[in-house]
Each structure stands twice: as C-alpha cells, then as structure tokens.
C-alpha cells in the first residue's frame, strides 16, 4: 500500500508550486484552458482545505459559502475531494476580488491557494534514437538479468493518458491485460470515464518506459500492472484540482508506486 505521508508530500507540492507567466488563455470545447494567464492560475479558482475537528465537511461548506456571500460573492463547487488524506473541495468565486488570506481567515478553512495551471515538460519524440542506454546507466538490465522484471508489482500512473492498443504495452486493457483499468479524469473531473486513451503521446511513453515488452527498448518493470489516472487532454496543461482528484482515487486503489512525470520549469 502506498504509504501516506507520500500522498500529503504530493499535495503540499501542488500548493507549494512556484509558478511563472504563461501566454494568454485559450479555453478548449471543455472548458479547460489550455493556456492560463497571468502567474499560471485560473482566475476565481480556488482549491479549499477544510478543517472538520470542530464541524463537519458540509457546515464548513455552507459557513464558507455564507461568509462569502454576505460580501457579494458567489460560490460554486467544481469538485468535493472526500478521503481520509485530504477533505476539501475545488470552488469558484465571482463577484469580489477574494484572496487566498480572506479564504484561509474563514471558520473551518485549514488552508486555501490557488487553482495552478500545471504544464507538461519539453516534448517527448519516443521516435528520435537514443545515443545512450538508461538501463545500463541505472542498473536496470542487472536487474532483469536476475529475473526481476517487477511481477505482481500495482503501479499507478497519473499522465496524459495511454494508447493501451500498442501492441509493447499489450495491446489492450482490462484483465489478462497489463494495463488494468484507467479512468479520465480530464474530461470529467467528477464522473471519469474509464477510457484512458491517450491523445498526447506523453503518458504513452511514460508507460512504456515501465511496462515495454518490446526486446528492443523493454521497460522497466515489464512484469508489472498498470493503473492509469488521465489528468491531461490533447493539450499541454490541467489544473491542480483534476491532478488531486487522480491521486485521491489512485491512493484509495492502493497501489504498490504511484507516479507523475508532470510538470514544466513552473513546478508541481
């Protein structure tokens, strides 16, 4: 089971990000910006921590909802993050200028920041050939060479997606498969689909640097199985709340790993 403190560490990152100007926003078929303005945050998108020591998850809601309103705002929830790692919820104010000091001074607010635009690292061309072999640079190839080749090893994969029909990552999905299940996220932040499929390239090469059964270039772990959360669309950025929204679920699966090759020079 993955431990979790690595859970919290993941989501202190996501608030602790440093971010940087990024072009003007352009806002896809569903709604999510592709690019955000400004600072790389969504403007009015607000991730909420709640404290329940002393109210519950819903009075904590309908308190922030209140307070804010009494000043002109209005409150809508994107998102309800419900685990026994992280209760809060993803809103948008309209109306006021509110910050993140006037949400964290609200009764039962533990802590509050920005909803982040988080960017995908310089692109990835798994065609071009490598001038250098990372197993023997890492010692992976000893390792298969022992037989270890990660069997019965759960990783789950936060990414763009997977094209789990190519034939090195099994050619399919679900059981008897290497890749297991997988849910969108992206597309539905509250109600995922479980078609992962990938149009990016990013998270498909992500997979196959663990799981390749290609003789050629084989993965890393090629024995293991693959969860895998989609947090990314055809485009190069997502918001924070999508990428917390992936790790609850993928926590609560329990697996053996959890990885995100995410983030640009902004952080995540």
Not at 50 to 64: A, F, I, P, Q
Not at 94 to 113: E, H, P, S
Not at 207 to 212: G, R
Not at 218 to 228: K, L
């Amino acid at each position: 089971m993955l431990p979790l403190t690595i859970l919290t560490l993941g989501l202190a990152a996501l608030q602790t990000s440093s971010v940087q100007a990024l072009k003007p926003p352009t806002v896809g078929s569903n709604g999510h910006t592709k690019q955000q303005a400004s600072f790389g945050t969504v403007p009015g998108r607000f991730i909420v921590e709640y404290d329940t020591s002393s109210l519950s998850k819903r009075d904590v809601l309908e308190s922030v909802a209140s307070s804010l309103s009494e000043s002109g705002v209005d409150v809508s929830v994107n998102t309800d993050f419900d685990s026994s790692v992280f209760q809060g919820a993803s809103i948008t104010l309209t109306g006021n200028d509110t910050t993140v000091d006037d949400l964290k001074a609200l009764a039962g607010v533990r802590n509050a920041w920005p909803a982040s635009v988080i960017t995908l690292d310089d692109e990835i061309k798994p065609n071009e050939p490598q001038s250098w072999n990372p197993h023997l640079l890492t010692g992976v190839q000893a390792i298969h060479d022992q037989g270890n080749k990660g069997s019965g090893v759960k990783i789950a994969i936060i990414d763009t997606g997977v094209d789990y029909t190519h034939p090195a990552l099994g050619g399919g999905i679900g059981e008897g498969y290497p890749i297991t299940h997988g849910y969108d996220f992206y597309s539905d932040i509250n109600n995922p689909s479980n078609d992962p499929m990938d149009c990016n390239g990013h998270g498909t090469f992500v997979t196959s640097l663990i799981i390749s059964s290609d003789e050629k270039v084989p993965g890393v772990a090629p024995g293991a199985s693959v969860s895998f959360y989609k947090v990314f669309g055809c485009e190069d950025s997502t918001t924070d709340d999508v990428i917390i929204a992936a790790m609850i679920k993928a926590y609560e699966e329990k697996p053996d790993v959890m990885t995100l090759s995410l983030g640009s020079n902004q952080g995540l």
